[in-house]
T-cell receptor
Framework: AQSVSQHNHHVILSEAASLELGCNYS??????LFWYVQYPGQHLQLLLK??????LVKGIKGFEAEFIKSKFSFNLRKPSVQWSDTAEYFC???????????FGTGTSLTVIP | DGGITQSPKYLFRKEGQNVTLSCEQN?????MYWYRQDPGQGLRLIYY???????QKGDIAEGYSVSREKKESFPLTVTSAQKNPTAFYLC?????????????FGPGTRLLVL
């Protein structure tokens, strides 16, 4: 079975600090990778996704993620966070041939003004 | 205004009762999903449906049941057999079952067992 690990459970940063949230998955085949965000009181929404091609993908609000196949990782980054980035972030993986999404446990990010 | 609606926002249930959570989408999506979100455990898949009149169990289907009689509706019943039903339940949909499709989520229903 696939699994997804997010190593940082709670992250607290000051505004303008750089962000990197870790995501590792366990699956040997071809995968599709996603980062979702849940702002306080809002629905889960897609930040970015990777299927193939350039391993560095850019999403909304200045976020980007890099797929490193050899490390089974898909870390999320942002050069300079804002207070409005305070949210919970979920990494998700879906096998190319599978029907299910597998989500990580989430990382709660708090940005201090 | 297209999207996914879940009702109610909060639901209280007495032990031993079945309760049904509603999920409706007007996105014309074929695939729909139910997840359970618990603190520190992320989202876990309960059931999913790729098309009308078809559904499959996810990782934690025990104590739950679903139906998919209409494309836009995918209700989840939490039965009395579910030993720990208190949780936040999220419904999602995608255009189709293709693994590259984005899932769109509803606002969730918080179920509390009294």
């Amino acid at each position: 079975a696939q699994s997804v690990s997010q190593h940082n459970h709670h992250v607290i940063l000051s505004e303008a600090a750089s962000l990197e949230l870790g995501c590792n998955y366990s699956y040997g085949g071809t995968v599709n990778l996603f980062w979702y965000v849940q702002y306080p009181g809002q629905h889960l929404q897609l930040l970015l996704k990777y299927f193939s091609g350039d391993p560095l993908v850019k999403g909304i609000k200045g976020f980007e993620a890099e797929f490193i196949k050899s490390k089974f990782s898909f870390n999320l980054r942002k050069p300079s966070v804002q207070w409005s980035d305070t949210a919970e972030y979920f990494c998700a993986v879906r096998a190319n041939t599978g029907n299910q999404f597998y989500f990580g446990t989430g990382t709660s990010l708090t940005v201090i003004p | 205004d297209g999207g996914i609606t879940q009702s109610p926002k909060y639901l209280f249930r007495k032990e031993g009762q079945n309760v049904t959570l509603s999920c409706e989408q007007n996105l014309n999506h074929d695939a729909m999903y139910w997840y359970r979100q618990d603190p520190g455990q992320g989202l876990r898949l309960i059931y999913y449906s790729q098309i009308v009149n078809d559904f499959q169990k996810g990782d934690i289907a025990e104590g739950y049941s679903v139906s998919r009689e209409k494309k836009e509706s995918f209700p989840l019943t939490v039965t009395s057999a579910q030993k720990n039903p208190t949780a936040f339940y999220l419904c999602a949909s995608s255009i189709g079952p293709d693994s590259r499709e984005t899932q769109y989520f509803g606002p969730g229903t918080r179920l509390l067992v009294l």
